[in-house]
């Protein structure tokens, strides 16, 4: 059962372009929304994170958004650049203590010249 | 300050064959999770654990073990492989102690063929 579900699952932008990734989740009990980026060959890393009580998180050229009611957040990437390009990861994490992330099934981002 | 590693980084093993992959960190992160990427599933978790000698099991706990008798190491042993195991392989760390820092930091990852 995919608590997670993420789209596209491949996207490809032109440099300078904007990137959008989606997610939805279903367990409104989940409490803290990180994405991961990740490089070929390497581990994924955080990217950028937020919390329900907020509707937006931006860092540099990266914004999350976030609709509390319609359960789905998204991945926004500005002034896409080719160093963007790898596979992004949206996750879910519930407060119950056993801290584990629930991921979606990534999207392999690819930013053209 | 290596961080989180992990060995080997790739393997090649045959079916019925005992693999162990492992995971170390230097953080003194208390908790530690084992993950296997496929394409069209994204990570997966296997087992994660919380302290020394206390694990549990995650989504696809099935044809592994683990054991954590030292807060830095988290191994991970497939007990007879099997080909549907041929994966990538990602150890993380967390210390979810700082509400404000709940990142999971990931190793290399375990490049496994199992023919």
């Known amino acids: 059962q995919q608590q997670v579900k993420q789209s596209p699952q491949s996207l490809i932008v032109q440099k300078g372009g904007i990137s959008i990734i989606n997610c939805a989740y279903e367990?409104?009990?989940?409490?803290?929304f990180p994405w991961y980026q990740q490089f070929p060959g390497k581990g994924p890393a955080l990217l950028i994170a937020?919390?329900?009580?907020?509707s937006e998180k931006k860092e540099g050229r990266f914004t999350i958004s976030f609709n509390k009611s319609a359960k789905q957040f998204s991945l926004h990437i500005m002034d896409s650049q080719p160093g963007d390009s790898a596979t992004y990861f949206c996750a879910a994490h519930i407060n119950f203590g056993n801290e584990k992330l629930t991921f979606g099934t990534g999207t392999r981002l690819t930013i053209i010249p | 300050d290596a961080g989180i590693t992990q060995s080997p980084r790739y393997k090649i093993t045959e079916t019925g064959r005992q693999v162990t992959l492992m995971c170390h960190q230097t953080w003194s992160h208390s908790y530690m999770f084992w993950y296997r990427q496929d394409l069209g599933h994204g990570l997966r978790l296997i087992y994660y654990?919380?302290?020394?000698?206390?694990?549990d099991k995650g989504e696809v706990p099935d044809g592994y073990v683990v054991s954590r008798s030292k807060t830095e190491n988290f191994p991970l042993t497939l007990e007879s492989a099997t080909r549907s195991q041929t994966s990538v392989y990602f150890c993380?760390?967390?210390?979810?102690?700082?509400?404000?820092?709940?990142?999971?930091?990931f190793g290399p990852g375990t490049r496994l063929l199992v023919l």
């Open positions: 993380a760390s967390s210390d979810f102690s700082d509400r404000s820092q709940e990142t999971q930091y």
């Open positions: 367990n409104t009990a989940f409490d803290y």
């Open positions: 937020i919390r329900p009580d907020v």
């Open positions: 654990s919380a302290a020394a000698d206390i694990t």
